[in-house]
């Protein structure tokens, strides 16, 4: 590591120059050992970790996945995605291996040398579904969050093995293929919670016609108490399946007021959230809720969401069953591909992106 040093940039030019453009990411900024946060990481009093109201005595719910088809588990399955948008699933029969593989894998991408995650980066790479990159939307973030990542939209295998790094190719796509089983039993466990009891072809399209994952990297942070790993978003997914490792540092909005839940890892778990997406096709029944990631002073942490999405050419909107028996939409139709961009044109805002498909 190098000698600890407690501003090597001459101006924010500089650091912005080092961070984004020469790819050294957040990663890099650690491990030049500063002593200090860069201010451009500091965020707002508000949005800090010593303003948050945090609740130990609440949690998310746990589900065993082993008789998914019971009606007491469905219940249970129905009732996290209405009350809180969050839950944990175990025995959801994702193979222990294949979530350490894809683990070992984030490892080895961040540790490759940055002129090596660089040519995944948007300007060096002629494909747009391979994505390095550092906070969320930096060129318009006031404050930028200390997270660097790497996002893969599977498109097929075959241009997965042209375009994905080889060092974790193999590991994101068993991730993907095995974690399909129990995104469609939740699916079909979810619609059936609607009254919606059969998935066609259009409707499987809708609910999970494309899928991206992330890499999420959260190095080690001097003065973690001034900034966030992630701000406070919703995901503009239909479903979130998050493998996060046994650090935390995963807090949900809680059900009392200003209340902030952490969401402790358990060991082979998977953690599942509603996004955006399925809050609007359900018309509200089911909610994607706030999250956000702490930045952590003494050690790195990874996590490895897989966003299950609609496809960008889909149409989305209130199912037609529910407006078919009498409930008032209240979103309107929207191409999914304007959705997403809409959100990843600007900073992280909690749940203000979902405004852009309220009638
Ligand atoms: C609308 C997309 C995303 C891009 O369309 P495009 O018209 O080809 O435009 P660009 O590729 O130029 O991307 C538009 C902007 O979004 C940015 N972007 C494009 N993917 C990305 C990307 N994964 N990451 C972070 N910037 C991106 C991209 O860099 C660019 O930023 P900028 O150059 O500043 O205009 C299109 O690829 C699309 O419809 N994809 C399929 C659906 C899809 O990916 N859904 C997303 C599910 S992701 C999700 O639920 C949550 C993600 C999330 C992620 C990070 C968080 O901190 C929190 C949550
Ligand atoms: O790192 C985590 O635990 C959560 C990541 C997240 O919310 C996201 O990538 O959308
Ligand atoms: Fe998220």
């Not at 006031?142 to 241009?159: G, I, M, N, Q």
């Amino acid at each position: 590591m190098a000698p600890t040093r407690a501003a090597p940039f001459s101006d924010s030019s500089a650091l912005i120059d080092f961070v984004i453009n020469q790819g050294n990411g957040v990663k890099g900024l650690s491990e030049l050992g500063l002593e200090t946060l860069p201010e451009q990481y500091i965020q707002p009093l508000e949005e800090r970790m010593c303003m948050t109201n945090i609740v130990p005595e609440e949690s998310i719910p746990v589900i065993d996945m082993s008789n998914w088809e019971d009606p007491e588990v469905t219940k249970l399955i129905c009732d996290a995605a209405s009350e809180w948008g969050f839950f944990q699933i175990i025995n959801h029969g994702v193979p222990v291996e294949v979530l350490e593989n894809v683990k070992d894998a984030t490892y080895r991408f961040f540790n490759l040398p940055v002129e090596v995650k660089n040519m995944y980066s948007k300007e060096h790479l002629p494909s747009k579904n391979v994505k390095f990159g550092t906070s969320f939307a930096p060129h318009a973030e006031k404050a930028l969050e200390w997270k660097d990542y790497l996002s893969l939209f599977y498109v097929s295998d075959e241009e997965a093995s042209t375009f994905w790094p080889c060092v974790c190719r193999e590991q994101v796509l068993e991730y993907m293929k095995k974690s399909k089983v129990v995104i469609k039993q939740l699916l079909k466990v979810l619609m059936k919670g609607l009254n919606v009891n059969e998935i066609d072809e259009t409707k499987e399209s809708m609910l999970m016609g494309s899928m991206r994952t992330n890499l999420n990297y959260y190095p080690i942070c001097p003065n973690p108490e001034l900034t966030v790993g992630i701000g406070r978003h919703s995901d503009v997914s239909t479903l979130t399946i998050l493998l996060q490792d046994e650090i935390g540092g995963l807090f949900v909005r809680g059900n009392k007021k200003d209340s902030w839940v952490h969401i402790p890892p358990i060991k082979g778990s998977l953690v599942i959230n509603v996004g955006d997406a399925l809050q609007i096709m359900s018309n509200g029944r089911y909610k994607s809720v706030e999250h956000r990631v702490f930045a952590n002073g003494s050690t790195n942490r990874i996590s490895v969401p897989i966003f299950v999405n609609p496809r960008p050419t889909d149409m989305i909107g209130p199912l037609t069953e529910l407006i078919a028996s009498g409930e008032e939409p209240i979103y309107k139709q929207i191409l999914y591909s304007d959705y997403v961009k809409h959100f990843f044109h600007k900073p992280h805002d909690g749940k203000k992106t979902i405004e852009f498909a309220e009638i």
